[in-house]
């Protein structure tokens, strides 16, 4: 059973590049991609994901809000936060939108992606 992903960001670059690197991991697979907080409520609601890769800066709906309401019609769903900061407010980020992660753009590699994953759900929330 693969870990099905959906990814929000704005940029599609950025949205590229995480299909890629997604791809390149063995039992994860993208369920969809959206570039809006709005529009990853809307989907997130239909593909069901199991991990939502979320950017923090969104136009619309940020990040942060979006992932908050997501996790409250899913609990389940395993929210990662990304973002080109590298951080400094990462804590208060996962607080205010109950993420299991946050990783820098620049640090979003299958590793890092599969720890968080895996940290979320092999070793609770």
């Not at 670059?13 to 409520?41: H, Q």
Request: aromatic fraction near 4%; charged fraction near 25%; charge should be negative.
């Amino acid at each position: 059973m693969s870990v099905r992903v959906l990814i929000v960001d704005d940029l599609e670059p950025f949205r590229g590049a995480a299909r890629t690197l997604i791809a390149a991991m063995p039992g994860f697979e993208v369920a969809g991609e959206v570039a809006s907080g709005e529009e990853s409520l809307e989907v997130a609601r239909e593909v069901n994901p199991d991990l939502v890769l979320m950017d923090v800066n969104l136009p619309g709906i940020g990040g942060v809000e979006a992932g908050r309401r997501i996790k409250a019609d899913s609990p389940a769903t395993v929210l990662v936060l990304v973002s080109t900061r590298d951080g400094d407010d990462a804590r208060s980020l996962i607080a205010d939108s109950g993420a299991a992660a946050y990783i820098a753009k620049a640090r979003l590699n299958p590793a890092s992606l599969r720890a968080a994953w895996q940290a979320a759900t092999e070793g609770g929330e």
